[in-house]
């Protein structure tokens, strides 16, 4: 028997991309589900690229954190619901909020060995529908009363009930490990780091003045389609000066010494979709298509912060890309030197700031800050959790192709639970 060939991997091009505004928590999108989040903006690259054609797309995956138990199947309902062919297969996929970019790292898989020709990649979020479970106590009652072999003994474990059992489970902004918020533990790390207070205002300024002058140039006109009556990302402010967000009081770290951290420079609560169309060289040049950029390398990787990160050490929760970068520049052959441009995640200003600090102590070099997030990011923006990833690959691939000739771009996304997802574009 003659063995299968291991097929030869392919170049991945990312076509284009397509969110909704993102929008503050209980806000404009208090009432959407992820399901209609995700589908108008899957609709936006469906109109755009005319996909609603039987067969053109291979796939669609995409996730989201905070799930109703009717987002069992979301990434095939959103589908069922959407312009695309309803043969088009779709699966769910979840890393936190490095869900969007390993989406996309999970469908350019298969179109590099040749599994599928194009595929579309991304997630949603909504805090403001966030799903409420059962008391847990009312739960093992209620599933006591189903076993129950009688009437009576039935009723004997209803009788159980209490009026406290009738308050619901509401998701915490919590790890389970250690019952803190994100927020504190990126206090913890801003300290260890040293991360200056005035450095986080100003990243945090910079990032809201960048945004606002991405949509006045119209660099967004095709990437945000409109939807219920917004058009841009609600939680910018293209005013936000250094001198404003320094009035505003720290919301984390209060217990210790000189908190830095606000809602100023950290991400708010945001509601909100993206998705990003990705293809094989062949499939583009059928439909005469000119692909933004490639899709060259890829790294994920954890740290342990239940150990570090609350004993006041260097991996903190989210410094996770502290790691995967130098892993993968090493395995490329690159260093920072070689990016154009540089996105990182704004979970925390202080976040960015000790990843930035950490990559120049592991002998990175430094990131020029003209390089970095120059089109803003999550703290103009919002942070959708599973949308975040698909957003910044369409922003940094357009940013790429701007550039008119050969270009590079580096992605670093830190996650829940201690994890970092990062990539590599270039456009050549």
């Given at each position: 028997m003659t063995p299968i060939e291991p097929p030869r991997a392919r170049r991945v091009a990312i076509v284009g991309g397509t969110r909704i505004p993102f929008a503050r928590s209980d806000g404009p999108y208090a009432t959407a589900s992820n399901q209609e989040m995700l589908t108008a903006a899957v609709n936006g690259l469906v109109n755009r690229y005319a996909l609603d054609v039987p067969g053109v797309v291979g796939e669609f995956v995409a996730g989201?954190?905070?799930?109703?138990?009717?987002?069992f199947n979301l990434a095939r309902e959103t589908l069922l619901g959407s312009k695309l062919d309803a043969r088009t297969p779709a699966y769910d996929i979840q890393q936190a909020c490095g869900t969007g970019l390993q989406a996309v790292i999970a469908a350019a898989n298969k179109i590099a060995l040749g599994q599928t020709e194009s595929a579309i990649a991304g997630g949603a979020d909504t805090t403001s529908d966030a799903p409420l479970g059962v008391n847990d106590r009312l739960r093992r009652i209620l599933l006591q009363a189903r076993r129950a072999k009688s009437t009576g003994a039935r009723l004997k474990a209803l009788a159980q009930i209490r009026p406290a059992h009738l308050i619901p489970d509401i998701p915490r902004n919590a790890e389970p490990r250690t019952g803190l918020s994100m927020g504190e533990h990126a206090a913890i790390t801003a300290r260890a780091w040293g991360v200056e207070r005035a450095a986080q205002d100003e990243l945090a300024a910079t990032s809201h003045q960048r945004l606002a002058a991405a949509y006045e140039r119209g660099f967004f006109g095709d990437l945000v389609v409109p939807f219920r009556d917004l058009a841009r990302d609600q939680n910018l402010r293209p005013d936000s000066t250094v001198e404003q967000l320094a009035r505003l009081k720290p919301v984390y770290g209060t217990d210790g010494p000189d908190p830095t951290m606000t809602a100023g420079n950290s991400t708010p609560l945001t509601d909100g979709a993206a998705v990003v169309l990705l293809a094989s060289e062949e499939w583009t040049e059928a439909r005469g298509l000119e692909p933004l950029a490639y899709l060259t390398a890829y790294e994920t990787t954890a740290v342990d912060f239940v150990r570090g990160d609350v004993a006041g050490g260097e991996d903190g929760l989210l410094m996770a890309p502290a790691y995967a970068v130098p892993r993968m520049l090493e395995r490329t052959g690159l260093t920072l030197a070689d990016f154009d441009l540089v996105e990182v995640h704004e979970a925390f200003a202080s976040q960015v700031l000790a990843t930035l600090a950490a990559w120049e102590k592991r002998g990175l070099g430094t990131v020029d800050r003209d390089r970095l997030n120059?089109?803003?990011?999550?703290?103009?923006?919002?942070?959708?959790?599973?949308?975040?990833?698909?957003?910044i690959v369409a922003t940094l691939a357009k940013l790429l192709a701007e550039q008119g000739g050969p270009a590079r771009g580096l992605i670093s996304i830190c996650a829940a639970g201690g994890q970092g997802v990062t990539a590599i574009l270039e456009r050549t």
């Open positions: 989201a954190v905070l799930k109703h138990s009717r987002d120059v089109a803003g990011s999550s703290l103009a923006t919002g942070h959708p959790f599973a949308a975040t990833g698909a957003r």
